[in-house]
């Protein structure tokens, strides 16, 4: 379990695009189970269809990525203040399900499936209340700075 204090350790990324609250789950070298709440407060929903407030689908890809992330530097015992950086470099078979709107809590799931010189493959998936709202592969590699 990880607090959204020991999470600005293992992230670069701070407000508006840290979008990882909590990690409740987390297997060194396997997998991360974490949450982002998803408010009426959020400042991209000010103009993304404000009429009928959607949380983008890149936010949600970048959340998964986050949690990801945080895997990875979990498992390589790294952290950004160490001079690595994780980039987000690509996404396969990438799908959206339904929307995400405010009051939804994005359960957000990575397992890791390879790392090769530095490039880290995982399975991620959001979750609303059970239901599957966007899953893919997706790619990152772990940097110097």
Not at 14 to 36: C, H, M, N, Q, T
Not at 95 to 113: C, M, N, S, T, W
Not at 120 to 127: E, G, H, N, P, Q
Request: hydrophobic share 45%; aromatic share 8%; with cysteine.
């Amino acid at each position: 379990m990880m607090d959204v204090k020991e999470i600005r350790e293992y992230l670069p990324h701070r407000y508006p695009f840290l979008l990882v609250d909590r990690v409740l789950e987390l297997e060194v070298g396997e997998s991360i189970v974490a949450i982002k709440n998803v408010t009426v407060n959020e400042p991209f929903f000010n103009g993304h269809f404000p009429d009928h407030p959607v949380m983008p689908g890149v936010l949600i890809v970048e959340a998964m990525a986050q949690a990801a992330g945080i895997l990875g530097f979990k498992t390589m015992d790294k952290k950004p203040q160490d001079g690595s950086i994780y980039y987000f470099v690509g996404a396969d078979d990438l799908r959206f399900k339904r929307p995400v709107v405010p009051g939804d809590q994005l359960r957000l799931e990575a397992r890791k499936i390879s790392e090769r010189r530095g490039i880290w493959k995982f399975d991620v998936r959001a979750t609303v209340d059970g239901d599957v709202v966007s899953s893919a592969t997706i790619l990152c590699a772990d940097r110097k700075v």
